[in-house]
């Protein structure tokens, strides 16, 4: 268990009510309808009176342990296979405690699902949800959301109501691509999964990542400026605040849906480390399969996108630090398509690079974007594709989960090459292969032409005579259909990025 000194307080206050009632407590995390990790030691932890002694009894084994000096326990179970339900059993020493009846447990996979608005969307606003929430009874799927909570230090429990199973009730407000990601995984693999999700739109990546992660890489220096100024429009962000509210206020009286509108929040949100500290560390205790990632709008300004990647994999390598299970999957979404004046090409492009981390996946969603909305509706094929990568690289399935990835460029006098991995059948999808442009030594970019070779491109334009780079889908709108068999499509690239 971790522990700091800046929660000293609120530990000898829970503490001091343990002792009071002689009750032993457990995380909001560790519910009744929870999902716990198969094939890993099951944990299980608490608070009680100090010196208390608290056993757990879960699949017919009992174990127990001694609560320390500020009440704190924690103690493992045998590890399983997936099954279920099953019923958790906690009990303490102390005159006068109530055994913790915990029905309904299941085990099988849990993934984190964490990110901005685009992972916060609920599934009753997608496109698909008149076909897919009314079929949302899911007995094996179970879901969590973890409250909004910004704090500068780390704490031990989350907000949460807890765990519950999928139905048409519950799933509506849910993530939309958390939940059709986790449905597939259900469904395929035909094991319980648990997906916990904390998200928090208008969120930047630093702000989920552990503040002595960041201070560890120099690198992170210009995120602190950024932070600053970020509090000087303070007053705007309380502004935005007012006018939701006021047309969430204006629909209901009309008798229409709330707009989905994410709140752009206040600076403690936005602060490096506040979220990590507030809705992933109470987190880590709990043992998971992997996590899934949809973030990037918040970091996609000019002077923040080139850092994105180092901060992402910072982030990615701390998380799996924390969590101690190893170099789990990690799965993320490649920002789509959206008309606007970031700079969202090189922001995707930071996300490409992060592939040459271990375990990784990216859902490139460049086609399924919408050019005048930031909050696409057609969320399916982004849950799906996450699931793909998961299929292969949690489950060990033989399946094509990528669309194009570029390798390397080989310029050829007048035309260059672009050569890709995840490239089986490729294709221009809809008629002439579009989206390319090349250029010179120069480094002037021109629209050109392309013509598909086996795993390769041969791109030329009568405007550079002897191209040195490549370029494809470099815009935050383009227009580019390449494709493999799998109809999945190919990452933007620039060949002038290293």
């Known amino acids: 268990m971790k522990f700091n000194w800046l929660s000293v307080l609120a530990l000898v206050s829970a503490v001091g009510v343990a002792e009071a009632s002689a009750q032993v407590t457990l ?3 560790l519910s009744a309808h929870m999902v716990v990790q198969r094939d890993l030691p099951v944990h299980v932890w608490g608070l009680a009176a100090p010196g208390e002694t608290v056993s757990v009894t879960f699949r017919s084994e009992t174990s127990a342990a001694k609560a320390s000096e500020i009440g704190r326990w924690s103690l493992y179970l045998k590890p399983g296979s997936a099954g279920g339900p099953f019923q958790m059993t906690v009990n303490g020493n102390a005159i006068g405690g109530q055994p913790i009846v ?4 299941l085990v099988g996979d849990v993934w984190v699902a964490s990110g901005q608005s685009n992972m916060e969307f609920p599934l009753v606003a997608a496109s698909t949800a008149a076909e897919d929430l009314p079929k949302a009874g899911i007995p094996n799927l179970r ?3 973890v409250k909004q909570v910004a704090v500068n230090y780390a704490l031990d429990d989350i907000q949460s109501v807890g765990w519950t199973a999928s139905t048409p009730d519950t799933a509506k407000d849910f993530s939309a691509v958390a939940w059709y990601f986790a449905r597939e995984i259900s469904e395929r693999e035909h094991v319980p999964v648990g997906i916990v999700v904390s998200a928090w739109g208008g969120t930047p990546v630093e702000a989920w ?3 002595a992660a960041l201070g560890t890489d120099a690198a992170a220096n210009s ?5 600053g100024q970020t509090g000087e429009r303070e007053a705007d962000c309380i502004l935005r605040k007012a006018e939701i509210e006021k047309r969430v206020a204006e629909a209901k009286a009309l008798g229409k849906p709330a707009p989905f509108v994410p709140w752009t929040p206040l600076l403690e949100s936005l602060a490096p480390g506040n979220l990590y500290n507030g809705m992933i560390a109470p987190l880590t205790p709990f043992p998971i399969k992997g996590a899934i990632w949809y973030q990037g709008e918040a970091n996609a300004d000019p002077r923040r996108a080139p850092l994105y990647g180092r901060i992402f994999r910072d982030m990615i390598e701390d998380w799996r630090r924390q969590w101690g299970v190893g170099d789990f999957p990690f799965l993320y979404v490649q920002l789509p398509n959206y008309d606007n004046d970031g700079d969202w090409p090189t922001l995707r492009d930071e996300m490409l690079k992060t592939l040459e981390m271990a375990n990784t996946g ?10 005048t909305n930031i909050h696409p509706t057609n969320k399916r094929p982004v849950g799906l594709r996450l699931s ?8 060990g399935e033989r399946i094509e989960f990528s669309g194009p990835i570029f390798r390397q460029a080989t310029p050829e006098g007048s035309a260059i090459r672009a050569w890709f991995d995840h490239a089986s059948g490729l294709m221009a999808k809809g008629g002439e292969l579009t989206g390319f442009e090349v250029a010179g030594a120069d480094g002037k970019f021109f ?3 392309g013509k598909i070779d086996g795993t390769s491109v041969v791109v030329s334009s009568p405007d550079v005579k002897e191209p040195v780079a490549v370029r494809y889908g470099w815009d935050t709108n383009p227009l580019c259909n390449l494709y493999n068999s799998e109809n999945l499509p190919a990452s933007p690239l620039n060949s002038t990025r290293k």
Do not use: E, Q
Request: charged letters at 20%; proline letters at 5%; a positive charge.
């Open 209 to 211: 990542t552990r503040m």
């Open 27 to 29: 995380p909001k995390l």
């Open 143 to 145: 879901l969590l959301v």
């Open 362 to 371: 990216m859902a490139v969603t460049i086609d399924v974007g919408n050019p």
């Open 102 to 105: 915990l029905d309904d447990i």
């Open 447 to 449: 629209r050109a032409t």
């Open 388 to 395: 793909r990568a998961a299929r292969v690289l949690a489950y």
């Open 223 to 227: 995120l602190f400026l950024s932070w």
